[in-house]
């Protein structure tokens, strides 16, 4: 098997682990000049034919993650229920504010 047969191989394993929306969790950057701070959450967009993990991060960045060259793990079912919980509270509490008086 040559060097692009086995990373068409590791993409298509990448893209059933990691398909589009998958949330994700960074543990730790690789060598990247301007890295993302650690426990830093994203939501998978897409795998390239490479097998690099585009994300699209909390924080606003987007940035590509090379499996074996930086660490993150998928979020458990539970933690994305806490996500889920947290973002409509804060959406509640932002609704509830003073009501004018007509």
């Not at 730790?28 to 897409?46: C, F, K, L, N, W």
Request: glycine share 8%; net charge negative; proline share 5%.
């Amino acid at each position: 098997m040559n060097e692009w047969q086995r990373l068409a191989m590791m993409s298509t394993s990448y893209r059933q682990k990691y398909p589009e929306g998958t949330r994700i969790e960074l543990i730790m950057m690789g060598d990247d000049p301007h890295p993302i701070e650690a426990g830093t959450r994203a939501s998978v967009q897409y795998v390239d034919d490479i097998g690099t993990v585009h994300c699209k991060f909390d924080n606003g960045r987007s940035l590509g993650l090379i499996p074996g060259e930086d660490s993150f793990r998928k979020l458990t079912s539970e933690e994305i229920e806490e996500e889920r919980r947290e973002s409509q509270q804060s959406q509640n509490e932002n609704n509830c504010g003073p009501k004018l008086a007509l």
